[in-house]
C-alpha cells in the first residue's frame, strides 16, 4: 500500500509522532545553543562584562602571578598573564595548582605550541596580539574563550571560529557569546588613535565585545569607558608597581572607580 492510501488513522498518529520527534529535536537544539561547553570561558566573559577590567602581567618570577591574582581577585580585575617572560608559564602552573578555580588569561600567545600549554595548564581564556589561525584553532578545538587582536582581520577570526563550530557568524553570538569579541590593539599610541575602529566593526559584527589594550592608563580610561559602555579595557598599567602590592592595588582601585561611576552613569 503506497503511503497516500493509508488510512487517515494511521496518517494522524504517524504524523503526531512525527511532530513529537521535530518537536523533542528541537529542544535538544534549544539546549545546545543555551548552554556553554566550556563552564570557565563562560564564567570569565560574564566577569569580564561585568567588571571590564584586565590587568597585563610579564611576571619577573612566577611567584609574580599569584600575587598579582590575590591582589586584584576581590576587585573583580582579571589577571592576563603574558609569555613575554620565562617567568609567565610556570606562573601560570603555580597559580591553579594553589587555586584550581581561578579564572585567569594567559597573554601573547603567538604559536599552536603556546596554546596546548596554556591550554593544558587550565586558564580561562587565551589572548593574542594579532589573528594566529593556528591559536584560534586550537581554543575553538577545546571551546576555550579566544581573542585575537589588531587592528584587521576581525572578520577572518570570526569566520573561522563558527566555521570550526558549525554555524554561521550571524548564529557565533547566540550560541558562543564568548568567542564574539576581538581585542583593539594598539588602542592608542603617542601619535594616532584607533578607537574609531571599534564602532565601525560593530557595523557588520553587530553587538561585538571588544577588549581595548595598548595605550590605556588611568589618564584616558574615564573619557574611554563613556564612549564604549560595552568596552573591556586592558592595561599593563595596572600592574606597573609590582613588587610592591599595596601600591599595585591602590591604582587598580582608581581603574575600578571610574568603571564603576560609568556604570552608573548608564543605569
Known amino acids: 500500500m ?3 492510501d493509508k488510512p487517515q488513522t494511521d496518517s494522524g498518529e504517524f504524523l503526531l509522532e512525527y511532530y513529537r520527534l521535530i518537536g523533542y529535536l528541537h529542544k535538544i537544539a534549544l539546549f545546545q545553543w543555551m548552554v ?17 577590567l584586565i590587568a597585563l602581567l610579564t611576571p619577573r618570577q612566577p611567584e609574580d602571578c599569584l600575587a598579582a591574582f590575590t591582589a586584584l581577585e576581590p576587585l573583580g ?3 592576563e598573564i603574558a609569555l613575554r617572560s620565562p617567568a609567565a608559564l610556570p606562573g601560570i602552573e603555580q597559580l591553579l595548582k594553589e587555586n584550581p578555580q581561578a579564572l585567569v ?7 599552536a605550541q603556546q596554546a596546548d600549554a596554556v591550554i593544558a595548564a587550565g586558564v580561562a581564556g587565551v589572548v593574542c596580539p594579532d589573528y594566529f589561525p593556528e591559536v584560534v584553532e586550537r581554543c575553538v578545538a577545546a571551546d ?3 581573542i585575537p587582536g589588531g587592528i584587521n582581520d576581525v572578520g577572518k577570526q570570526l569566520a573561522q571560529k563558527a566555521a570550526r563550530y558549525g554555524c554561521s557568524i550571524e548564529e557565533l553570538p547566540q550560541r558562543y557569546p564568548y568567542q564574539y569579541i576581538h581585542k583593539l590593539f594598539p588602542a592608542v599610541t603617542d601619535t594616532v588613535s584607533f578607537i574609531g ?3 565601525a566593526w560593530k557595523g557588520p559584527y553587530k553587538g561585538l565585545q571588544v577588549v581595548y589594550t595598548g ?10 569607558a563613556a564612549y564604549d559602555a560595552t568596552g573591556i ?27 564603576a561611576r560609568q556604570a552608573k552613569k548608564e543605569q
Open 233 to 259: 579595557f586592558c592595561g599593563s598599567a595596572l600592574t606597573k608597581a609590582m613588587p610592591d602590592i599595596a601600591l599595585m592595588r591602590a591604582e587598580a582601585e582608581k581603574w575600578a572607580a571610574i568603571i
Open 105 to 111: 588569561l594567559a597573554g601573547t600567545v603567538m604559536t
Open 2 to 4: 503506497r503511503f497516500a
Open 215 to 224: 595605550g590605556i592608563s588611568l589618564k584616558n580610561l574615564e573619557e574611554l
Open 36 to 52: 556553554p561547553m566550556n563552564a570557565s570561558s563562560h564564567s570569565i566573559f560574564r566577569r569580564l562584562l561585568q567588571h571590564r
Open 197 to 199: 575602529l571599534a564602532p
Open 77 to 79: 580585575i582579571t589577571l
Open 144 to 146: 576555550l574563550l579566544c
